[in-house]
């Protein structure tokens, strides 16, 4: 493979899942949906060039992953469910670097805010 600008990217946007997050007791009580963005930096861009699922990350199990971990255990802070979500993610041996956002769509704050959120980026070791 040639050197190039960066690695390839897999985005995956808008992901809803409903989960029990946060440090308020009434966010303890009773689900509430967050928002997921997943950005998967390839480990390498072979599969760009053999157009091979084999060679590539799977944005399904991805996904699933995430679900998983935001249906799972509740986190305190939304930079533990998205640290965790990424390390999920990382298990995926084709992803090299694995950058997660998550937006809580009903902040419980006495404004009208559309979302609150964090993003974190993880690299395998």
Same mark, same amino acid.
């Given at each position: 493979?040639?050197?190039?600008?960066? /690695?390839?990217?897999?985005?995956?946007?808008?992901?809803?899942v409903v989960g029990v997050h946060g440090? %308020? /007791?009434e966010e303890r009580r009773r689900p509430q949906p967050f928002e997921l963005e997943l950005d998967?930096? %390839?480990a390498d861009r072979r599969a760009a060039a053999s157009d091979d699922l084999a060679d590539t990350a799977d944005y399904a199990a991805a996904v699933a992953a995430a679900v998983s971990v935001v249906t799972g255990p509740p986190h305190d802070l939304l930079e533990s469910l998205a640290g965790a979500i990424a390390?999920?993610?990382l298990a995926d041996v084709a992803v090299a670097t694995a950058t997660v956002t998550v937006r809580k769509l009903r902040p419980p704050?006495?404004?009208q805010v559309e979302s609150v959120g964090v993003r974190?980026?993880?690299h395998r070791p």
């Open positions: 493979m040639r050197p190039g600008p960066g /690695p390839d990217r897999i985005e995956i946007r808008g992901v809803r440090v %308020l /007791p998967l930096d %390839l390390d999920a993610v704050l006495p404004h974190v980026t993880r």
